[in-house]
């Protein structure tokens, strides 16, 4: 009995210190992985370090980021100067274009404890994905993700190694205001990419006081017959530029669709994102029938220095892209930034290995498997250094195949820049280039970095462009649309100065200088301008002309038409003709002929007022008479003389004639 007590004892002593054992130390704070080192082996690098892609393989993106990527990690792991003897192992995972298998690949790719993951180049899987990174503290590097929603506040470890569409909107705005043109027509994907993209549009063409005018969505799976029907209604508006931002592997078929609309013609304009020759670029040679539906194209390409470096992996590019790739894959910007991508993560944990960074992980408490969940969710683990080596991201600078690669405080790679290529006869032609710094120019971006930044209009440089339809003059960019309505004209109804502007019983409505004018330059239009007057006031008092110009600016009217004054407030919201009459204080009188007349001296005052003269005249002789005839014997007589001497006193007084009395008679008055 005594040994059973012992051995319960022994077993209860036991249990209680095996319970404090794991409460102090759960299993799995510090996990020994191959690419993890352990706690009591802490300060010792580990041999190999896993960092994961993930990217649409069959994809024009992704046959030339896959080569690239695995270039630049041979590159990196036959450097002896970087990660010191470290191999960087590469895991690839195919999104395939889609977000809930892009969600579950970077789950998988999460359990191999990668420290870092290349891609996505798609922005709506990079949405999912950015979540996913979040929880695990693992840095996204993303080379094709432009979704300029994907912002480092809402997605703290996504980081963006290309430049964003918002800087590339903001170039076409810059074409848009630099050929004149005030409305567009955006054509895009509806999806995160395209509905995002195009946002940012609007808001730069506000800022150039332009806008877009309709826009036309689709969904990435739509038939020719349903993009068929959205060109046929877009054909029917006004607009006749066009912008195009959608995905490179189905993009043709809007310009296939449009050559058959002959909407390719001249009078059209057509710009392309960088998607276009991102497809054009990856292709070895383009057929001469999709060549011919793009003349005339203008299009936007990333920009990136001619550097030795880029040089060097341009040429031995044809002996990378046959290297565990689709044979057909060829090279595009995407592929610079894929390479740099990688060289950014090895210079990075480079530099967060010598700083003593552990890579460790830890199991997360809110991750677990529910009641016959098959996910394995507990499997997921947090990268501790996670935040180190976003900072030490974050800190890095140097010269890539792409170019510098150093972000700003919102997480944009530097010197943001793009190639303005105008598509003519079997390639492209560069007819300038945009810089987040100096805007349009025809001279090379790096070029100007050292000089003052100057985006004012004069210093907006392109070279001539040839249009569709083999033009070289610039199109209107609109015509009247089949279905469209007349002008309408707002014209002030004001009391007073009906001369310039009033209300009239003719069918136009209206008459006066303003609206002569008006209509005298309608006509000199090579073209018909149907237009309709509109008052805009109640007639019995005048209107407010600030909130008529603002009705003009909100597009209640289209024009207005009156005698508006030219003020500095009123032409940051409006666009204004020449003032075609002198401002300043002005009388405006009939002009009539006068006939010659004796009595013209007389018109200056009307009767009642020379009559008021007289009978003053008369009041101030009678008191000078009785003031004086009692002390001067010039008052004295009969009444003929002293009424003559009245009259002629008082003509003294009046020009002055007698020094003395004048004096006193002035001071009396006053």
């Known amino acids: 009995m005594e040994e059973v007590l012992l051995i319960s004892r022994f077993i209860t002593r036991s249990l209680i210190l095996l319970s404090l054992w794991f409460l102090c130390f759960p299993p799995g704070v510090v996990c020994d992985t191959g690419n993890v080192s352990t706690s009591s082996n802490s300060s010792s690098k580990p041999k190999v370090i896993n960092i994961g892609a993930l990217f649409t393989l069959n994809s024009v993106l992704g046959e030339a980021a896959k080569p690239a990527i695995q270039a630049a990690v041979d590159d990196v792991n036959s450097d002896p100067t970087i990660l010191n003897g470290v191999q960087l192992k590469l895991l690839i995972s195919d999104t395939n274009c889609s977000g809930f298998i892009g969600t579950m690949e970077a789950l998988q790719l999460m359990e191999s404890d990668v420290v870092a993951a290349i891609g996505p180049q798609s922005s709506g899987i990079a949405h999912v994905i950015s979540h996913v990174v979040n929880e695990l ?47 567009v027509i955006a054509i895009f994907v509806d999806d995160d990419y395209g509905r995002s993209g195009i946002s940012v549009l609007g808001d730069a ?31 029917l508006m006004e607009s006749r530029v066009y912008v195009v931002h959608v995905n490179p592997d189905t993009g ?46 203008i299009a936007l390409r990333h920009y990136t220095p001619d550097t030795d470096l880029k040089k060097s992996f341009m040429s031995k590019w044809n ?6 790739s689709a044979g057909h894959a060829g090279f595009n910007s995407y592929a610079l930034y ?21 890579l460790s992980f830890s199991y997360d408490p809110k991750l677990h498997d529910t009641n016959g969940s098959m996910l394995h969710l507990a499997s997921l683990r947090v990268f501790n250094g996670g935040e180190q080596l976003l900072q030490t991201l974050l800190r890095m600078n140097f ?37 987040n710094y100096s805007h349009l120019s025809v001279v090379p971006p790096e070029s100007l970095y050292t000089k003052p930044p100057n985006i004012s209009t004069g210093s907006q440089h392109l070279y001539s462009v040839i249009w569709p339809g083999d033009t070289t ?45 008006f209509e005298a330059a309608i006509s000199l239009l090579p073209y018909a301008v149907p237009h309709t007057y509109m008052l805009y006031g109640d007639g019995k008092r005048n209107p407010s002309y600030n909130e008529l110009v603002s009705r003009v600016a909100q597009n209640v009217y289209d024009a207005a038409v009156g005698d508006i004054t030219i003020v500095t407030n009123r032409t940051k919201i409006v ?23 004796p009595w013209a001296f007389l018109k200056p005052f009307t009767a009642e007022m020379w009559l008021v003269t007289a009978m003053f005249f008369l009041f101030v002789g009678a008191v000078v008479w009785i003031l004086e005839h009692r002390i001067n014997s010039e008052f004295r007589g009969p009444p003929r003389r002293q009424l003559i001497t009245i009259c002629w006193r008082k003509h003294s007084e009046h020009f002055g004639t007698n020094g003395v009395d004048h004096m006193a008679i002035c001071s009396s008055d006053y």
């Open 319 to 324: 002996t990378l892209k046959y290297k565990g």
């Open 338 to 358: 894929a390479y740099d991508s990688v060289w950014l993560a090895a210079h990075a944990l480079d530099g967060f290995l010598n700083e003593g960074g552990n």
């Open 205 to 235: 063409l506000a800022k150039k006081r332009a806008k877009i005018s309709y826009k036309a969505a689709f969904s990435p799976g739509d038939t020719e017959s349903k993009i068929n029907d959205l060109l046929v209604e877009v054909n």
């Open 473 to 517: 003059s610039t199109p209107r960019g609109w015509v009247f649309p089949n279905n469209g309505q007349p002008l309408r004209i707002a014209v002030p109804n004001r009391v007073g100065y009906k001369e310039f502007a009033s209300k009239d019983k003719s069918p136009q409505g209206v008459r006066g200088y303003c609206i002569d004018v």
């Open 252 to 297: 043709l078929n809007i310009f296939s669709v449009a050559k058959a609309l002959n909407m390719m013609g001249s009078g059209y304009v057509w710009i392309a994102t960088d998607w276009l020759p991102s497809y054009l670029d990856s292709k070895d040679a383009v057929d001469s029938n999709t060549m011919n539906i793009l003349q005339g194209v």
């Open 575 to 597: 666009d204004f003709t020449q003032p075609y009459m002198e401002s300043g204080l002005v009388v405006v009188a009939p002009v009539k002929e006068a006939k010659s007349n």
């Open 137 to 183: 503290h693992v840095p996204l590097l993303s080379f094709g993700a432009t979704d300029p929603t994907l912002s480092s506040m809402q997605y703290p470890y996504f980081l963006r190694t290309t430049p964003s569409d918002h800087f590339q909107m903001y170039a076409i705005a810059d074409i848009v205001d630099y050929y004149g043109w005030r409305e």
């Open 399 to 435: 010269t890539g195949v792409s170019g510098q690669i150093q972000f700003d405080p919102d997480k944009h790679l530097v010197h943001p820049a793009y190639d303005v290529l105008n598509i003519v006869g079997t390639g492209t032609r560069r007819i300038g280039y945009w810089s």
